[in-house]
C-alpha cells in the first residue's frame, strides 16, 4: 500500500501546484491513505519528532498554529528571491520543523523539495533524491537535530544540497564526471587521502574538509567519484557513515 501510494503520487507530480495548500493535503490523502486514521488533514494533536530509533528530536508546533505557518511558509517560498536550490531546502527543512501532520511528514517534506526543484527545472522530477536520503537517513535526522540545537537550518540546507549533488553526480555519465575534474588535480586528492587512510582505517566527510580544505558538498562528491571508481566503499561507523580503502 504504501508502495502504491508513492508511485501514484509521484507520477501526478507536475499536477500539483507547489504553493497550493490544497494540493498540499491532497498529496498527502494519496501518499498516507489506508495508511494513517488523518490522512489528507492537518493534525489536531501535539506531536513529537523522533528519529529512526525513536529518539525525540523535537516537539512539532501546536496544532492550532500549523494551518496559518504552512500557508506562510508556502508564501515565503513562491516570493523569496533567493535561488530555488537554497530556498526549496529552507521549506524542506521548516516544513519538518512545523510537523504538520500526524504521520508521514518526511515523506511529503521530500516530495515537496522534489516538486518545488522540478518547477524549476523538470530534471529534478526524475533524480532519485528520495531514494539517496532513503540511504543517508541517520545523517538526515541528524542535520535536522544539529539544524535545531542551533537554532537555524543552515547545517540542514548543507546536507540537502549534497543529497542533490550526489543524486545529479548518479546520473551523469563517468566519462563526464571524469573529464570535469583535471587528473593531476584528482590523482593530488586521492594521494592525500590515501596518506591518511595509511594511518587511520575509515574516512569521514568531515576529515575530507580538513585534509583539501573543501566544503561538505564537495567532500561528498569527492568521496562518491572514488567510490564509483573503485578505490573507496561507504561503511558504517556507528551512526555515522565513513569510507574506508578497498
Given at each position: 500500500?504504501?508502495?502504491?501510494?508513492?508511485?501514484?503520487?509521484?507520477?501526478?507530480?507536475?499536477?500539483?501546484?507547489?504553493?497550493?495548500?490544497?494540493?498540499?493535503?491532497?498529496?498527502?490523502?494519496?501518499?498516507?491513505?489506508?495508511?494513517?486514521?488523518?490522512?489528507?488533514?492537518?493534525?489536531?494533536?501535539?506531536?513529537?519528532?523522533?528519529?529512526?530509533?525513536?529518539?525525540?528530536?523535537?516537539?512539532?508546533?501546536?496544532?492550532?498554529?500549523?494551518?496559518?505557518?504552512?500557508?506562510?511558509?508556502?508564501?515565503?517560498?513562491?516570493?523569496?528571491?533567493?535561488?530555488?536550490?537554497?530556498?526549496?531546502?529552507?521549506?524542506?527543512?521548516?516544513?519538518?520543523?512545523?510537523?504538520?501532520?500526524?504521520?508521514?511528514?518526511?515523506?511529503?517534506?521530500?516530495?515537496?523539495h522534489t516538486l518545488l526543484l522540478s518547477r524549476w527545472n523538470p530534471l529534478f522530477a526524475w533524480l532519485p533524491v528520495e531514494?539517496?536520503?532513503?540511504?543517508?537517513?541517520?545523517?538526515?535526522?541528524?542535520?535536522?537535530?544539529?539544524?535545531?540545537?542551533?537554532?537555524?537550518?543552515?547545517?540542514?540546507?548543507?546536507?540537502?544540497?549534497?543529497?542533490?549533488?550526489?543524486?545529479?553526480?548518479?546520473?551523469?555519465?563517468?566519462?563526464?564526471?571524469?573529464?570535469?575534474?583535471?587528473?593531476?588535480?584528482?590523482?593530488?586528492?586521492?594521494?592525500?587521502?590515501?596518506?591518511?587512510l595509511k594511518k587511520e582505517k575509515i574516512i569521514h566527510n568531515s576529515d575530507v574538509?580538513?585534509?583539501?580544505?573543501?566544503?561538505?558538498?564537495?567532500?561528498?562528491?569527492?568521496?562518491?567519484?572514488?567510490?564509483?571508481?573503485?578505490?573507496?566503499?561507504?561503511?558504517?561507523?556507528?551512526?555515522?557513515?565513513?569510507?574506508?580503502?578497498?
Amino acid at each position: 500500500m504504501e508502495v502504491k501510494n508513492a508511485y501514484e503520487i509521484y507520477d501526478h507530480l507536475n499536477e500539483l501546484n507547489p504553493y497550493s495548500v490544497e494540493d498540499l493535503l491532497l498529496a498527502h490523502h494519496v501518499m498516507m491513505r489506508g495508511l494513517v486514521q488523518e490522512d489528507g488533514v492537518f493534525r489536531s494533536k501535539p506531536v513529537g519528532v523522533v528519529d529512526s530509533h525513536g529518539n525525540v528530536l523535537h516537539f512539532g508546533t501546536l496544532p492550532q498554529y500549523v494551518p496559518p505557518l504552512v500557508e506562510e511558509l508556502l508564501k515565503w517560498t513562491e516570493d523569496s528571491p533567493l535561488p530555488m536550490l537554497i530556498k526549496s531546502c529552507v521549506f524542506h527543512y521548516e516544513f519538518e520543523v512545523i510537523h504538520p501532520f500526524a504521520d508521514g511528514n518526511g515523506r511529503i517534506g521530500r516530495l515537496w523539495h522534489t516538486l518545488l526543484l522540478s518547477r524549476w527545472n523538470p530534471l529534478f522530477a526524475w533524480l532519485p533524491v528520495e531514494s539517496i536520503v532513503h540511504d543517508h537517513q541517520q545523517e538526515y535526522y541528524e542535520a535536522i537535530n544539529t539544524s535545531n540545537a542551533q537554532g537555524e537550518g543552515t547545517a540542514f540546507i548543507e546536507f540537502m544540497l549534497s543529497v542533490i549533488e550526489e543524486a545529479l553526480l548518479s546520473v551523469i555519465p563517468e566519462n563526464f564526471e571524469k573529464s570535469m575534474m583535471p587528473t593531476s588535480g584528482k590523482e593530488n586528492r586521492w594521494n592525500i587521502l590515501e596518506k591518511y587512510l595509511k594511518k587511520e582505517k575509515i574516512i569521514h566527510n568531515s576529515d575530507v574538509q580538513q585534509l583539501l580544505e573543501v566544503s561538505s558538498a564537495t567532500a561528498n562528491r569527492i568521496l562518491v567519484s572514488f567510490v564509483k571508481e573503485g578505490k573507496l566503499e561507504r561503511v558504517r561507523d556507528g551512526r555515522y557513515w565513513a569510507y574506508q580503502k578497498l
